[in-house]
Protein backbone atom coordinates (compact mmCIF):
# COMPACT_ATOMS: atom_id res chain seq x y z
CA UNK A 1 0.00 0.00 0.00
CA UNK A 2 2.84 2.51 1.12
CA UNK A 3 4.35 2.13 -2.57
CA UNK A 4 1.48 2.91 -4.47
CA UNK A 5 0.61 5.64 -2.30
CA UNK A 6 4.01 6.66 -2.94
CA UNK A 7 3.73 6.78 -6.46
CA UNK A 8 1.06 8.66 -6.37
CA UNK A 9 2.56 11.51 -3.97
CA UNK A 10 6.05 11.38 -6.59
CA UNK A 11 3.04 11.77 -9.69
CA UNK A 12 1.21 14.90 -8.19
CA UNK A 13 4.36 16.51 -6.85
CA UNK A 14 6.79 15.87 -9.67
CA UNK A 15 4.69 18.40 -11.64
CA UNK A 16 5.76 21.79 -10.36
CA UNK A 17 7.20 25.39 -11.68
CA UNK A 18 8.36 27.01 -8.44
CA UNK A 19 11.94 28.36 -9.24
CA UNK A 20 14.32 26.73 -7.52
CA UNK A 21 17.80 26.72 -8.60
CA UNK A 22 19.18 24.17 -10.62
CA UNK A 23 20.56 21.51 -8.23
CA UNK A 24 17.56 21.78 -6.06
CA UNK A 25 14.83 21.53 -8.84
CA UNK A 26 17.01 18.45 -10.57
CA UNK A 27 17.06 16.87 -7.60
CA UNK A 28 21.24 16.74 -7.58
CA UNK A 29 21.20 16.42 -3.85
CA UNK A 30 19.14 13.18 -4.18
CA UNK A 31 20.98 10.00 -5.31
CA UNK A 32 17.48 9.11 -7.04
CA UNK A 33 16.01 12.26 -9.31
CA UNK A 34 12.23 11.51 -9.01
CA UNK A 35 11.45 15.41 -9.85
CA UNK A 36 10.51 16.71 -6.18
CA UNK A 37 12.89 19.54 -5.44
CA UNK A 38 15.66 18.16 -2.58
CA UNK A 39 17.61 20.61 -0.19
CA UNK A 40 21.47 20.13 0.02
CA UNK A 41 22.02 18.24 3.55
CA UNK A 42 25.32 17.42 5.36
CA UNK A 43 26.91 20.43 4.25
CA UNK A 44 27.14 23.10 7.61
CA UNK A 45 26.12 21.02 11.04
CA UNK A 46 22.81 20.04 12.75
CA UNK A 47 20.04 20.82 12.20
CA UNK A 48 19.36 20.29 8.55
CA UNK A 49 15.34 19.95 7.50
CA UNK A 50 15.39 16.00 7.94
CA UNK A 51 17.15 16.89 11.51
CA UNK A 52 14.23 19.02 12.56
CA UNK A 53 11.77 16.27 11.25
CA UNK A 54 13.37 13.91 13.48
CA UNK A 55 13.23 16.27 16.13
CA UNK A 56 9.61 16.78 16.01
CA UNK A 57 8.12 13.25 15.02
CA UNK A 58 10.74 11.16 16.45
CA UNK A 59 11.88 9.87 13.00
CA UNK A 60 15.12 8.39 12.12
CA UNK A 61 15.71 10.08 8.62
CA UNK A 62 19.44 10.51 7.66
CA UNK A 63 18.74 12.93 4.31
CA UNK A 64 16.62 15.83 2.90
CA UNK A 65 15.64 13.61 0.54
CA UNK A 66 13.18 11.57 2.85
CA UNK A 67 11.20 14.23 3.56
CA UNK A 68 10.40 14.12 -0.63
CA UNK A 69 6.64 12.51 -0.13
CA UNK A 70 5.86 15.85 2.60
CA UNK A 71 6.75 18.10 0.35
CA UNK A 72 4.08 20.95 -0.48
CA UNK A 73 4.96 22.91 -3.67
CA UNK A 74 2.04 25.81 -3.60
CA UNK A 75 2.93 27.85 -0.43
CA UNK A 76 3.44 31.11 -1.53
CA UNK A 77 0.30 32.76 0.46
CA UNK A 78 -1.56 31.60 3.06
CA UNK A 79 -4.99 32.92 4.79
CA UNK A 80 -5.52 33.43 8.66
CA UNK A 81 -8.36 32.91 10.77
CA UNK A 82 -7.90 34.63 13.54
CA UNK A 83 -5.05 34.19 16.29
CA UNK A 84 -2.28 31.58 14.93
CA UNK A 85 1.22 30.31 16.99
CA UNK A 86 4.76 29.59 15.40
CA UNK A 87 7.71 27.81 16.90
CA UNK A 88 11.19 29.09 15.29
CA UNK A 89 12.77 24.99 15.99
CA UNK A 90 15.94 25.87 14.89
CA UNK A 91 18.58 27.42 12.52
CA UNK A 92 22.11 27.47 10.79
CA UNK A 93 22.36 30.88 10.30
CA UNK A 94 25.42 33.51 10.24
CA UNK A 95 22.87 36.50 9.97
CA UNK A 96 20.50 38.11 12.24
CA UNK A 97 17.17 36.67 10.64
CA UNK A 98 13.35 38.26 11.79
CA UNK A 99 10.68 36.52 10.36
CA UNK A 100 7.46 38.38 9.94
CA UNK A 101 4.17 38.17 7.73
CA UNK A 102 2.77 41.56 5.39
CA UNK A 103 -0.80 41.39 3.67
CA UNK A 104 0.13 43.48 0.69
CA UNK A 105 0.37 40.39 -1.84
CA UNK A 106 2.69 41.17 -4.87
CA UNK A 107 4.35 44.45 -2.71
CA UNK A 108 6.06 43.12 0.64
CA UNK A 109 4.35 45.71 2.65
CA UNK A 110 2.16 45.98 5.40
CA UNK A 111 4.69 44.29 7.76
CA UNK A 112 4.53 42.96 11.05
CA UNK A 113 7.18 41.30 12.85
CA UNK A 114 6.68 37.69 14.52
CA UNK A 115 10.19 36.49 15.82
CA UNK A 116 13.95 37.95 15.85
CA UNK A 117 16.67 35.40 16.26
CA UNK A 118 20.74 36.23 16.93
CA UNK A 119 23.27 34.06 14.26
CA UNK A 120 23.80 30.50 15.84
CA UNK A 121 23.58 27.11 14.66
CA UNK A 122 21.61 24.41 16.87
CA UNK A 123 17.50 23.55 18.14
CA UNK A 124 16.29 26.44 19.92
CA UNK A 125 14.37 23.55 22.52
CA UNK A 126 12.64 20.27 21.70
CA UNK A 127 9.39 21.48 22.31
CA UNK A 128 8.98 20.11 26.54
CA UNK A 129 7.85 22.32 29.07
CA UNK A 130 11.00 22.20 30.25
CA UNK A 131 13.10 23.51 26.78
CA UNK A 132 10.13 24.90 24.90
CA UNK A 133 10.78 25.99 21.02
CA UNK A 134 10.90 30.04 20.99
CA UNK A 135 8.00 31.02 19.97
CA UNK A 136 5.25 33.55 18.68
CA UNK A 137 1.61 34.57 18.56
CA UNK A 138 -0.62 36.68 16.16
CA UNK A 139 -4.16 37.85 15.21
CA UNK A 140 -4.27 37.85 11.49
CA UNK A 141 -7.71 37.12 9.27
CA UNK A 142 -7.29 36.89 5.63
CA UNK A 143 -4.55 36.55 3.17
CA UNK A 144 -1.13 37.24 4.15
CA UNK A 145 2.58 36.12 3.13
CA UNK A 146 5.89 35.33 4.88
CA UNK A 147 9.02 37.34 4.89
CA UNK A 148 12.50 36.72 6.01
CA UNK A 149 14.38 39.70 7.31
CA UNK A 150 18.21 39.62 7.16
CA UNK A 151 20.01 42.47 9.65
CA UNK A 152 23.65 40.98 8.11
CA UNK A 153 26.87 40.77 8.74
CA UNK A 154 26.72 38.61 5.21
CA UNK A 155 23.86 40.29 3.68
CA UNK A 156 21.73 43.12 4.53
CA UNK A 157 18.18 41.76 2.12
CA UNK A 158 14.34 40.60 2.95
CA UNK A 159 13.05 37.74 1.60
CA UNK A 160 9.86 36.75 0.89
CA UNK A 161 7.39 33.38 0.49
CA UNK A 162 6.18 34.96 -2.85
CA UNK A 163 8.62 34.11 -5.74
CA UNK A 164 8.31 36.69 -7.75
CA UNK A 165 9.34 39.47 -4.99
CA UNK A 166 12.38 37.31 -4.98
CA UNK A 167 13.55 38.06 -8.57
CA UNK A 168 11.70 35.07 -9.27
CA UNK A 169 13.41 32.45 -6.56
CA UNK A 170 12.20 30.72 -3.74
CA UNK A 171 13.49 31.13 -0.74
CA UNK A 172 11.25 28.62 1.42
CA UNK A 173 10.32 25.01 1.61
CA UNK A 174 6.89 23.66 3.34
CA UNK A 175 6.41 20.06 4.69
CA UNK A 176 3.88 18.83 5.97
CA UNK A 177 4.14 17.16 10.00
CA UNK A 178 0.62 16.26 10.32
CA UNK A 179 1.25 13.53 13.19
CA UNK A 180 1.59 16.90 15.13
CA UNK A 181 -1.41 17.53 15.02
CA UNK A 182 -3.33 17.17 18.77
CA UNK A 183 -0.07 16.73 20.52
CA UNK A 184 1.16 18.94 23.10
CA UNK A 185 4.21 21.50 21.94
CA UNK A 186 5.40 23.93 24.57
CA UNK A 187 6.77 27.29 23.12
CA UNK A 188 8.07 30.17 25.35
CA UNK A 189 5.86 32.92 24.20
CA UNK A 190 7.04 36.25 25.43
CA UNK A 191 8.67 34.69 27.78
CA UNK A 192 5.41 32.58 29.06
CA UNK A 193 5.46 28.94 28.21
CA UNK A 194 2.68 28.05 26.74
CA UNK A 195 1.27 24.61 26.36
CA UNK A 196 0.15 24.47 22.75
CA UNK A 197 -2.05 21.96 20.49
CA UNK A 198 -1.08 22.82 16.60
CA UNK A 199 -3.77 21.31 14.41
CA UNK A 200 -2.11 22.20 11.01
CA UNK A 201 1.17 21.34 11.50
CA UNK A 202 3.95 22.29 8.71
CA UNK A 203 7.61 22.90 8.74
CA UNK A 204 8.95 25.77 6.60
CA UNK A 205 12.37 26.39 5.86
CA UNK A 206 14.53 29.20 4.54
CA UNK A 207 17.56 29.37 2.46
CA UNK A 208 18.60 32.89 3.70
CA UNK A 209 21.11 34.13 1.01
CA UNK A 210 20.81 34.92 -2.99
CA UNK A 211 21.48 33.52 -5.64
CA UNK A 212 25.25 33.05 -6.53
CA UNK A 213 26.06 34.97 -3.11
CA UNK A 214 28.82 31.55 -2.44
CA UNK A 215 29.03 29.85 -5.70
CA UNK A 216 27.51 30.28 -9.33
CA UNK A 217 24.32 28.93 -10.00
CA UNK A 218 22.94 27.88 -6.54
CA UNK A 219 20.88 29.74 -4.08
CA UNK A 220 22.72 30.59 -1.10
CA UNK A 221 24.25 26.97 -0.47
CA UNK A 222 20.78 25.57 -1.08
CA UNK A 223 20.19 23.85 2.27
CA UNK A 224 17.13 25.89 2.94
CA UNK A 225 17.50 24.80 6.55
CA UNK A 226 18.96 28.63 7.53
CA UNK A 227 15.75 29.15 9.59
CA UNK A 228 13.49 26.45 10.64
CA UNK A 229 9.96 27.10 11.63
CA UNK A 230 6.67 25.18 12.41
CA UNK A 231 3.66 26.66 11.85
CA UNK A 232 -0.30 26.16 11.85
CA UNK A 233 -1.30 26.23 8.21
CA UNK A 234 -3.48 23.58 6.17
CA UNK A 235 -4.18 23.84 2.03
CA UNK A 236 -7.56 24.85 1.64
CA UNK A 237 -7.98 21.81 -0.74
CA UNK A 238 -7.36 19.24 2.57
CA UNK A 239 -10.12 18.41 5.21
CA UNK A 240 -9.89 20.47 8.36
CA UNK A 241 -8.44 17.97 10.02
CA UNK A 242 -7.39 14.64 9.15
CA UNK A 243 -8.59 11.83 11.74
CA UNK A 244 -5.79 9.93 12.86
CA UNK A 245 -1.92 10.42 13.23
CA UNK A 246 -1.73 10.19 9.65
CA UNK A 247 1.28 9.26 8.10
CA UNK A 248 2.91 11.33 5.61
CA UNK A 249 2.03 8.50 3.38
CA UNK A 250 -2.12 9.22 3.60
CA UNK A 251 -1.74 13.19 3.38
CA UNK A 252 0.09 13.21 0.30
CA UNK A 253 -2.17 10.79 -1.35
CA UNK A 254 -4.93 13.55 -0.04
CA UNK A 255 -3.13 15.85 -1.62
CA UNK A 256 -2.85 13.97 -4.90
CA UNK A 257 -6.49 13.22 -4.75
CA UNK A 258 -8.08 16.65 -4.22
CA UNK A 259 -5.69 18.47 -6.85
CA UNK A 260 -4.56 21.50 -4.32
CA UNK A 261 -6.92 23.67 -6.74
CA UNK A 262 -3.19 24.57 -8.02
CA UNK A 263 -3.17 28.22 -9.38
CA UNK A 264 -0.69 29.38 -11.69
CA UNK A 265 1.08 32.32 -9.63
CA UNK A 266 0.01 31.75 -6.12
CA UNK A 267 -0.84 28.87 -3.68
CA UNK A 268 -3.88 29.35 -1.07
CA UNK A 269 -3.20 27.89 2.50
CA UNK A 270 -5.79 28.63 5.03
CA UNK A 271 -5.79 27.62 8.74
Sequence with gaps: ??????????????????????????????????GIPTANDHNDGVPDLFDAAN????TSYTSNADLDARFVAEDQVFVGQGQHNIALIGLTAGNYNTLG??????????????????PQFGFTGDGSAANPFKGAAFDIVGEFAWYLEQGGPYNHTTFYSENQLNDGWDHMMTFAM?????????????????????????????EDLPYGYQNPGIL?????????????????????????PASAWLLAAGLVGLGLRRRKKQGRFKA
Excluded at 55 to 58: E, H, I, P, R, T
Excluded at 191 to 204: G, K, P, R, S
Aim: with cysteine.
Design 178 to 206: PELNGQNTFLDIDNQVVDYQFTNAFLIGW
Design 55 to 58: LLLG
Design 220 to 244: GDDDYDDMLYLVDFRPTSLPSSIPE
Design 101 to 118: VYTDLGQGQNKQVLLPSD
Design 1 to 34: MKKILCSLALLHFGVQATPFSDNVLNDIYNGQPN
